[in-house]
């Protein structure tokens, strides 16, 4: 395939050949005979945005499910609503979070609804909530897990940190993934890392099958526990770091750590440490200090970073990948929970870069948007729905905004260009980015290519002169 008359970073107006899944030319370049011309009418073409950081199968799972936190539920009368929704069998809600009805138990769920067994899940991801009938029926034929939390002798309805013992529970097949693989096709990405700390084998042949059968085309780094076997296989799965998911209420023995991180770089592997508070970040900063630092470490989120953190991230030489999208999602929470002398170390952006910092973006999805678009638009603003800015100095100009979704996701200190020899993943806009940088949104993507192959076009072409006759539109 001929990409014609696309600008390329810097501003060139070039054409792109792509052959066998990567680029093979860039020039002026005539189309051979019966060669498809896909008319870039002068758009950026970009490498295909990387999701640095998402969960696959619960962004499946929760766009199946009732929204019941922010934006959409808002407070207690909408909250009980969403919850009414007419049916039989389990509902399942996600995105709650405590400002919308309190802290719940199942005494609060039962008081919505008995009708029908219930289970909403914390916007953190971290913790399930169930009415008197979900209690019944995850416990009707195993025994009580340590994470159901348990008050006077009777269960409350919260359940902690156990999702793989809810899993095997309710007997869930993880979902199918064609609707997430075209929503970020939609966006211009074109591969993602999911990092659930849970993945093993059966999520690995699920994905493996997945892209078999073409329902997600993106190209996978595949991160998890240590069961994890070696997945880089031609179907686009590669292994990715272990990762380690700490809990500031509950940290493992320091020495557990240290061993955690030795394990994985005697296996080849990188670690990845979720830091999500300002306590796990300075344990795990301590705990690569102890243990040693590879090429390629990384802490995700590195939600609250104060100077004496960052001074050490980056005197360690370790990696952030970060979702910038959450001060416009979440800030106005932030500055009625976080105290105000921490908010301007939330989600820092331009303060890892001046140090030094290789720095990426994810989405973290479904516990925040997947669009990538919204996120740069969310670095380069640092406001909250509301219109309040929270850290303005951390704010990333347009272009360092899009460089975090095109780092190279197996050595993120690289960043990815349309050159020959590059996979022809490519994402091409609408418009130069002259005009594209400042109205950042997946509205400006025109069309997403993967390993060669057209997998979104927004604009159907009209019959490209190719090769001295007319064809078809790619």
Known sequence: MLIRNAELEGGAICDVRIDREGIVAIGQIAACDG???????????????????????ALAAAQASVKCGPPEVNGPDDFAAALRTAGSGWLRATGYHESVAGLLDANALDRITVDR????????????????????????????????????????????????????????????????????????VTGLTDMSPGNGPLIARHFAAERASGSLPQHVLLAGGFDLVDTATPDGISLGAAKLHLHEADLPPFDD???????????????????????????????????????????EHASVTPDTALADI?????????????IFE??????????????????????FLDAGITLAAGSDAPFGSADPWMAMAAATSRRTRAGATIGPSEALTPERALDLYLRDPEKLGQRRRVAIGAPADLCLLDRPWASARSALSSDLVRATFIGGRLVFNRIDQPPAQRGGRVYPPA
């Open 35 to 57: 060669e498809p011309v896909f008319d870039g009418d002068g758009g950026l073409l970009l490498p295909g945005l990387h999701d640095h950081h998402i969960h696959v199968a």
């Open 117 to 188: 067994p219930v289970r909403v899940q914390h916007r953190s991801g971290r913790m399930w909530f169930f009415n008197s009938p979900g209690l019944d029926a995850i416990l009707a034929n195993r025994s009580a897990p340590p994470g159901l939390e348990r008050v006077d002798g009777g269960y409350t309805g919260r359940l902690f940190d156990e999702d793989d013992w809810l899993r095997a529970t309710l007997g869930s097949a993880p979902p199918a993934f064609a609707a997430i693989g075209t929503q970020l096709a939609r966006s211009g």
């Open 257 to 299: 750590v240290i061993a955690f991180i030795h394990r994985a770089h005697a296996l080849g592997r990188v670690v990845a440490v979720h830091c999500a508070t300002e306590v796990e970040l300075i344990y795990t900063l301590a705990a690569f200090a102890e243990a040693g630092v590879a090429p390629g470490d990384r802490i």
């Open 314 to 326: 980056a005197r360690l030489g370790l990696i952030v990948v970060t979702q910038p999208h959450f």
């Open 330 to 351: 979440r800030g106005d929470i932030y500055r009625t929970d976080v105290e105000s002398r921490d908010q301007p170390f939330l989600y820092r952006l331009r303060a």
